[in-house]
């Protein structure tokens, strides 16, 4: 069993230390006649609960279940004692803490940092650089920027305040690039004026350098459009029969094919570009640049516009099919950039124009995990008769129904999210005690605590200058302010989305009614909850001109976070706080027996009032050899729902060549991962992809999440 200790360093669990606190304590204690015997019966208590929660404790959860079983016992002076203790002693701690945590970080110490993001590698300096900043940002938040009972209700897992590591700065969340206007009307890249590229390979390397500074001024994901650079196809095409116009009588009718062989290349090579690049860029926060690529053919217009961008979303699938190499030299999955792909009428069935590069990417989900899925039929009859992709992993902008471009079409790139601030439904359930309507009050009263948390993210923003990320404000990506311009207009009136999160419907839903959500029994209140959510964005969106949505949080690390603050609180409850995990947003529980199909229809209706944001899985087994089923699936999305992916795995243990899957397995109350073949465990060596919460994760988990992907039942 292993203890986290307040600065992040992981040690083994000693109940000597507890057995001798609690007689410090009674010895303090005037009058006291607690025993040796009381003190030993108290710590095999503590043991015993400890044991229970099977994963690695902090030393706040001990001494909290030190103390209710000091009083338990009925020694209730000496409680007193000991809460006065630890009281005294968090005053004195409280002076340096950030300093404990940061030299934590910094020698590699630091458990908590290690597991908190799964495509950020803890052990290189400029991810560390990052959590020192992160430290540093959450300690002056805390204390200077937002509100006690936010930061209180944040400690406590009641909310959670997203990226308050870097609320110090005046930075924004997620965002769709405008691509298509940096590349056609040139943009500036750190002081360097950057002109229309005259190729299809210049674009994309252009588009990884915007991409990277991009990523360098926000902290959250981004999305640009293949459809933005499938037009310098034909700038490379221009250039070729100019370069080669003198080989025109020696090839004869061969001149064409020549020519069209060069564009390939072209392709090709640009191509390897976006996808290199971008995993092997490291943006300012110590990872590769969290960006989707957004593959959908009737974005560019019928004609050879169309057709080359077919070659390019082609290639785009075909290359990540292929993977990249490891450092044995083996192809492996990488995370990104991130692939979604949408269906329509025209790439959807068997005698479709375009189903031969829908059964390409088929093979490539089946592979690789990506591309995910966008059906255009449904997005068009929930987004006003739009379609446009997600910002990150799953947050959409509210459809734009007034006309935000200057011609009055709708505007979709160049829009952003302000931030997101998650409700732990599964505390307001528990907190009601299975009274409903004191359900509805406390629900009612955490609302409300969210929506001053989301306005404190907005006031944050409020008369940001548009000269602390010039690549987002002033040169194309976000807008073209002046220099010295505030942001302030694109804060309202539509322009980007602030979004309400949520987590936890399953386990909410099933401690009130005692079904899950999916169940006869259980639905009416999940719509209920969700319903009220929504018209809590309504309101407050037409009394603020803030556009507030509803938000299906993915919850990486928070859904550890929730639940160990949830068994703090509450202790133990079978199906609600029993696993170190919560379900992510309206998801049917991974524990739940239910087929694909039946998943996605269920999981629907409730995307469907998450409007903010939302995606939905199937978790499948190796698909590689039956990519009818595949199809058969994704046509399912196409008439079922919005946004979905398919969950598979792709591993490779760098000792013994095995590419089988890599297991998990418990190791003294840790979650640990193993090579079956070799027992390997060394994670240095270990390549594992797995999708963590709408996108692939590559640099392991949390014990949470870790425990979640190990409970995950098919679907398929």
Known sequence: MKVIKRDGKEVGFEPAKIHTAIQKAGNDTPGCRMNSDDISSIVEKVYSEILELSRSVTVEE???????????????????????????????????????????????????????????????????????????????????????????????????????????????????????????????????????????STACNIATQIVAQAASSQYGGQTISAAHLSPFVNETRKKMYAKHSKLRTILGEKYDSFIEDLVQEDIVRGVQTIQYQVITLMTTNGQAPFVTLYLDIDECPEGQTREDHIRVIKEVLKQRLQGVKNEQGVWVTPAFPKLIYAL?????????????????????????????????????????????????????????????????????????????????????????????????????????????????????????????????WQYGALARLEKGEVIDKLLFNNYSTISLGYAGLYECVKYMTGESHTSKEGHPFAVEVMKYMNDKCAKWRSEENISYSLYGTPIESTTYKFATCLQNRF???????????????????????????????????????????????????????????????????????????????????????????????EDDGKLVWECPKCGNRDEHKLNVTRRTCGYLGTNFWNQGRTQEIQDRVMHL
């Open 62 to 200: 001990i001494q909290d279940i030190v103390e209710r079983n000091i009083m338990a016992a009925g020694f209730y002076e000496v409680a007193q004692r000991y809460i006065r203790y630890r009281y005294e002693h968090s005053l004195l701690r409280k002076e340096n803490s950030t300093d404990r945590n940061i030299l934590s970080i910094v020698e590699y110490d630091n458990e908590l940092a290690k597991q908190e993001n799964s495509n950020k590698d803890p052990e290189i300096l400029p991810t560390q650089r990052d959590y020192i900043a992160g430290e540093v940002s959450k300690d002056i938040s805390k204390r200077l920027l937002l509100p006690p009972d936010i930061v209180e209700a944040h400690n406590n897992g009641i909310l959670h305040f997203h990226d308050i590591d870097y609320f110090i700065q005046h930075a924004h969340n997620c965002c769709l690039i405008n691509l298509e206007d940096m590349l056609q009307n040139g943009t500036m890249i750190s002081g360097t004026k950057i002109e229309r590229p005259h190729s299809f």
């Open 344 to 472: 329509d009428e025209d790439n959807i069935h068997p005698d479709s124009k375009y189903y031969d590069v829908t059964r390409l990417a088929a093979e490539c989900t089946a592979k690789r995990m990506v591309p995910d899925y966008i059906s255009k039929k449904i997005m068009r009859e929930l987004k006003n008769g739009d379609t446009y992709p997600c910002m990150g992993c799953r947050s959409f902008l509210t459809p734009d129904i007034t006309g935000l471009n200057p011609d009055g079409s709708h505007k979709y790139y160049g829009r952003f999210n302000q931030g997101v601030v998650t409700i732990n439904l599964v505390d307001v359930a528990l907190s009601s005690n299975k009274d409903v309507d004191k359900f509805w009050e406390i629900f009612e009263d955490r609302l409300e605590l969210c929506h001053r948390a989301l306005q404190c993210k907005h006031n944050r923003l409020m008369g940001t200058t548009s000269d602390v990320a010039p690549i987002m």
């Open 571 to 665: 202790g133990i409850i079978p199906e609600i706080t029993d696993h170190n995990y919560i379900t992510n947003s309206y998801h049917v529980n991974v524990r739940e027996e239910i087929d694909a199909f039946t998943k996605l229809e269920f999981e629907a209706e409730l995307q469907e009032l998450s409007p903010g944001g939302a995606v939905s899985y199937v978790e499948v087994p190796n698909m590689q050899g039956n990519i009818p089923a595949v199809l058969a699936v994704i046509k399912y999305i196409y008439d079922h729902i919005m946004y979905a992916e398919l969950n598979t795995k792709s591993d490779y243990c760098q000792v013994c060549g095995y590419d089988g899957e890599i297991k998990i397995v």
